[in-house]
């Protein structure tokens, strides 16, 4: 999870740690619809760890790198999280928490897994009316509305914990519902297609 300052945090020259404030943004990228797991979600950047990997901080900074642009010398690794267990796909994940002061304007790459980035306010994240719980099969997450779609499952679930445990959470509306469709949660409408009869 890579944090980074408002514009004028960045210009201010001294940005302080993100623990100490809310204007900060979340960095996140939309997955392609093409991929096999999570198609088309607004995630962090994030991946498998690799035999050369030295752990899940390497693996972080590698897979932010690839997904980003952001180097690994870019960004002040503040820690980990505990690992999670997220049950749809059977993946062990070790949050990685992040600053990047340094960072202006989100890049974009061209890459068979990564859209495009996105960098979302916290102020706007946390804004009552940006929340919902996303219901998906059944089962429902926190959720984030942002411009291009929803934060929601594994990625919506980490920042809630987050930001409560960082006391940026404000008071919301937990009964206000988002029923996901199968297109939505695909990212159908990321390559023109008309969504398909539910």
């Known amino acids: 999870m890579l944090f980074t300052p408002t514009a004028q945090l960045a210009s201010a020259g001294q940005p302080a740690p993100p623990v100490a404030l809310r204007d900060t943004d979340v960095f996140l990228v939309q997955r392609s619809p093409l991929l096999r797991h999570h198609p088309g979600q607004i995630a962090l950047p994030g991946g ?91 089962h429902g997450s926190s959720g984030f509305r942002v411009p291009t779609g929803w934060v929601w499952g594994f990625t919506g679930n980490l920042l809630d914990h987050l930001f409560t445990q960082l006391g940026w959470t404000r008071d919301w509306d937990t009964s206000v519902r988002h029923q996901m469709s199968w297109d939505e949660a695909r990212g159908a409408q990321l390559l023109g297609h008309a969504p398909s009869p539910d």
Not at 93 to 107: E, I, M, Q, S, Y
Not at 123 to 131: F, H, N, Q, V, Y
């Open 48 to 138: 498998s760890i690799d035999p050369d990997d030295d752990g899940p901080v390497a693996a972080a900074l590698r897979e932010t790198e690839e997904e980003t642009g952001i180097g690994a010398d870019q960004v002040e690794v503040l820690g980990e999280l505990p690992p999670v267990l997220v049950p749809i796909s059977s993946f062990v994940v070790t949050p990685v928490l992040g600053w990047a002061p340094a960072v202006r304007p989100a890049p974009v790459l061209e890459t068979e897994e990564v859209l495009h980035t996105l960098r979302a306010p916290v102020d706007e994240l946390i804004d009552p009316r940006a929340r919902a719980t996303v219901w998906m099969g059944g």
